[in-house]
């Protein structure tokens, strides 16, 4: 039977890295793709993926480190109630930037997917390593 590890720092350093690179990749592709009004669209989304990657990872951190010294389920209820408070910032940001601000849609959303990709990629990455 294995433990699980509890340092955190090369997926918390990957997933970091890869969102900034992967929003660039975005930012860039949308620019091409719609012109100025893409450039802005997609900064805006991923310049929101990468605060939430930031958060997530930082959040996660904790949470290890608060299940690691023996509170798992003081662990659980901190992170459930962070993430809850994180998304409704995060979805209540979005939705004010929509209504205020003329952004494209497609090119906001491709932003937004800046933090699944990333996050999956830093998993698949990581896992793949520990094997």
Do not use: H, Q, Y
């Not at 975005?26 to 802005?40: I, K, Y």
């Not at 951190?61 to 459930?80: D, E, M, Q, S, W």
Request: net charge positive.
């Amino acid at each position: 039977m294995s433990t699980a590890p509890t340092d955190t720092t090369d997926l918390e350093a990957l997933a970091r890295g890869l969102s900034i690179v992967m929003g660039g990749a975005v930012v860039t592709l949308s620019a091409l793709a719609w012109g100025p009004a893409g450039l802005l669209s997609a900064a805006v989304g991923a310049g929101l993926s990468v605060a939430n990657v930031f958060v997530l990872t930082g959040m996660a951190r904790k949470a290890v480190a608060v299940a690691a010294a023996g509170g798992p389920n003081t662990a659980i209820v901190r992170l459930t109630s962070a993430l809850g408070a994180k998304t409704i910032v995060l979805l209540t940001t979005v939705w004010v930037l929509t209504k205020s601000a003329s952004l494209r849609t497609l090119p906001l959303a491709l932003g937004l997917l800046v933090t699944v990709f990333c996050l999956l990629a830093a998993g698949f990455v990581t896992a793949r390593r520990t094997e």
